[in-house]
């Protein structure tokens, strides 16, 4: 076992110092796109400004005789590209392929300095992330790497799920945690064809009345209710973020919106976006609601220090309500920092 004391200590000599905290940075969408794609490729510049993260994907929805052309389309978008404070994070392939390897190579030596996050998809254990927090270490010491480029982990197998505590404590660089339906499913073998999202043959049924041939409500439940939940805690506890990851169904705006929602409430930071109308929803739901953020700021504001008992408009407020208020407030002041509409809301709501 690893000395406490070495934690944080750098796993290769001339590698960066690992952060002792996550910096949080607005990542409310992490947009997909593939870099091998010319006609994606040529909207980045465009999209860049409009995300909190730009992803460039290597791994699954990358044929197999394109990763490379992905890869190499990375780097040279990365180097061509002026980020502003949007992230650049990549996905690279699965430690299982024969791809990993040499996405990490290229790109920390290549591009390190650009990389913020490297997610790392179908993490089963605290190894997967070791194995790749030591060769990090040795490539940005050899690289002259200046930060550390941190980790993020999908969840989206059964094995990942039961790991997941020691997966979000394995390293200083996690940053963070996405839930991964699609392969999740698959890994759990769930009876399900999509990604993301509810099914409606997951339900609950009301109980029969009187007449035992009426019509019985039903209530569609949550398929990623347990998950994202065990998910969150694990981020949580290890001060680390958790998102919901994709939702393929692009034309169901809605359910979209609804899923990723669920997911902010349950504590979540962020959402993938596979497309760009899956930017706006992201944007939306992972912004606290104006009237929300100016109902936080009173309770602030009457609770003082903190402690003790008030009544605001006839609701009960104490030291538990007026930390869940400094959650709403700060993660406000966040957003609000890069986004000068969402300040415009945010102070508008608070005069009303
Ligand atoms: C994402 O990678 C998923 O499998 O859902
Ligand atoms: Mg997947």
New binding site residues.
Partial sequence: MRSAKDFFRPLAVGAPAPVREVPFRPSRMIHFFDPGNEKMAAKVPTIAPQVDVLLGNLE?AIQADRKEAARAGLVDIARSTEFGDTQLWTRINSLDSPWALDDLLTLVTEIGDKLDVIMV?KVEGAEDIHYVDRLLAQLEAKAGVRRPILVHA?L?TATGVANVEEIAGASPRMQGISL?????AASRRMKTTR??GGHPGYLVREDPGADADAPRATYQQDLWHYTIARMVDACAAHGILPYY??FGDIRDTLACEDQFRNAFLLGCVGAWSLHPVQIAIAKKVFSPAPADVAWARKVIDAMGDGTGAVMIDGKMQDDATYKQCLVVAELADTLAARDPELAEAYAAAEKE
């Fill in positions: 699954d998809p999908i989206e991964g339906p699609a392969d999740l990604v993301g990851g994709p």
